[in-house]
């Protein structure tokens, strides 16, 4: 029997579909497919995003941060087509079968723990747009940011779609005057977009969350 792997301080993700726009369940998860093949190239991963069971995915990262801006570009290429929350984890993995991809540890059943109180919370009044929730017993755990992804996903909800396109064009860092010819408006239009929704601040925030360690 082969020798179990243990891998430490690691940050588990597992997230599923909240809602769909639209009743077509085979797009929905074509589109999924899509987003998880654009995260995995863009965001560094210790073990690639994928889908497990239905519409649960499943992921595991080096830092907070590097989880963070993955539930971020997930949400991002999803828009206007689906929903999805986020449990992450900051702890140890054990692979079990690296052939056929079976782990467990304290990553694993933290973010497990993360996702099923995000569920809980949502339908609580006042928490009804929060999609994301840390459980993280790493050395460098930072006990602030369960409640700070919180604050960033209320605000996110809170967005009419116009202003939330804007916020994914400043995001990638794309200027002005390019989120403007995207959106079919004019400079001046997207720029009062941005003034009016405070979107400089919440991106600034949203990529700060990146860092974390």
Known sequence: MAKVKEIPNVVALIGDVVSSR????ELVHEAVLAAIAHTNEQVPQYDAIRVTVGDEIQGVFKSLGQALEATSTLTDQLFGTAE????LGGGDIRIIDEDRGIQDGSAWWLAREA???VEELSR????DGVR???RDERPA???AADALVRLVDVNLSNLRDGARRSLIGLLRGLENAEVARAENI???ANTQRVKNNDLRALAEAMLALRTLP
């Open 22 to 25: 639209g009743p077509q369940r």
């Open 84 to 87: 999805m929350r986020f449990g």
């Open 115 to 117: 996702i099923n109180s």
């Open 124 to 127: 609580q009044s006042g928490y």
């Open 132 to 134: 994301t929730a840390i």
């Open 141 to 143: 755990a930072i006990p």
């Open 186 to 188: 004019s400079p001046s």
